[in-house]
Every structure is written in C-alpha cells, then in structure tokens.
C-alpha cells in the first residue's frame, strides 16, 4: 500500500541554522504532495505544496521540490527561527485521499 | 462557518459506551476526511468522503468505527462499545474537491475513554 517516510524527530537547531527534513514515499502515479504543520497547541494548517514533477512547493521560507525519481519531497530552510518549532508532516495525496507520515517535531532554540 | 467545526472539543466516555463526534466542514467543500492522531503518533487516515462516491472506509480499525455524511455535508463519527485504545484526537477535514486542494483541518475531538 501506500506509505510515507519522514526522518525522525524530535530536531533541535539554533537559531538561523539550516534544516532539512526528509520525505519519502510509496505511490502509483504521481500523487500530489504536501507539508503540513501543527504549531503548539494549533490545528493543523498547510505549509506548502507541489501538484507535478519538479515543482517547488515554497512558503515563508520552506522550500520542497517534487522529485519523482527518488520519489521524495524533502523539506528546507535556510534559516529556522524559533517561531518555526512545530510538528511536520509530509502528505502525499493519493486519488483523493491524504496519507500522512509520522510528523517531525522541530525544537528551535534562541 | 469560515472553518471546518468539530464537536464536542473534549469527550470523556466509560468504556463500553457509544460516542458520536460530529464534523461541519466548509461549506462548498465536496471532500470530508476522518483522522486518529494518538500521543505522540502521526494521522491514521479513517475515512474519505467525496462527492456522492461511495467513501472510502479501508482506513476503518474494526467494525466499531462507522461514518455516515449527510447531504454531503454534516458527518458523524460513531464508535460502538468504546475501549481505552480508542483514546486519541480525531480529527477532520474537508477540501473543495479532494485530489490536489488545500485540506482545512478543524481542532479536533479529544476522546478519553476510561
């Protein structure tokens, strides 16, 4: 069946340290992919997107691009704040329906 | 509403009982989505709404679990005869036609069972 990949957490940076979080998944076709965030003591909210190959999905300084061949959609940013210490989940949407990875907890510290 | 709704916030249940969680998605919204977040694990899909298709129920756990979504809007969510793994946040979500669309998450359920 289908299934996503996400590195283990929990993550702790500094302050303006670069991140990456990686994604991979299982899947027939080419499903649109997703990030999704939970903040502390928020509801889920979508962070950024990529509906075809090598698109780059990109918001408030996250960057992912849709690389079909490794079948991954790994999350970047140059240059984390503390206000970026949250729970993310990588979500490809298959046939309609989203299948979500474990989520990644990221720990910024100032 | 401008969101998606979930009601009750928080529901405590003796095991064994039945407990019904109703979702009010976003008017407009063709797709409703059912997910189990547990402590400190990821979202277990449940069940998928689209239109008038027939759902998509493979993520279901047993026979307990049912969802109904009435003149594709309103859901309910029904657990039979709680137990205690039943415990977790469920959540739901709707979009404006599924495949490829923003899904907008509501705050979620957080059902206790003891």
């Known amino acids: 069946g289908n299934s996503v990949t996400q590195m283990e957490g929990p993550v702790t940076l500094s302050e303006e340290a670069f991140l990456t979080i990686n994604c991979t998944y299982t899947a027939t076709g080419y499903p649109s992919l997703f990030w999704y965030v939970q903040y502390p003591g928020e509801g889920l909210q979508l962070l950024l997107k990529a509906t075809k190959a090598d698109d780059k999905g990109s918001n408030k300084g996250f960057e992912a691009t849709y690389r079909k061949e490794t079948t991954s959609f790994h999350l970047e940013k140059g240059s984390v704040q503390v206000s970026d210490s949250a729970v993310y989940f990588c979500?490809?949407?298959?046939?309609?329906?989203?299948?979500f990875g474990q989520g990644t907890e990221l720990s910024v510290k100032p | 509403g401008a969101g998606v709704s979930q009601s009750p916030s928080n529901k405590v249940t003796e095991k064994g009982k039945d407990v019904e969680l109703r979702c009010d998605p976003i008017?407009?919204?063709?797709?409703l989505y059912w997910y189990r977040q547990s402590l400190g694990q990821g979202l277990e899909f449940l069940i998928y709404f689209q239109g008038n298709s027939a759902p998509d129920k493979s993520g279901l756990p047993s026979d307990r679990f049912s969802a109904e979504r009435t003149g594709g809007s309103v859901s309910t969510l029904t657990i039979q005869r709680t137990q205690q793994e039943d415990s977790a946040v469920y959540l739901c979500a709707s979009s404006l036609e599924g495949y490829g669309t923003e899904a907008f998450f509501g705050q979620g359920t957080r059902l206790t069972v003891v």
């Open positions: 979500a490809p949407n298959q046939g309609g329906k989203l299948i």
């Open positions: 008017s407009g919204h063709t797709a």
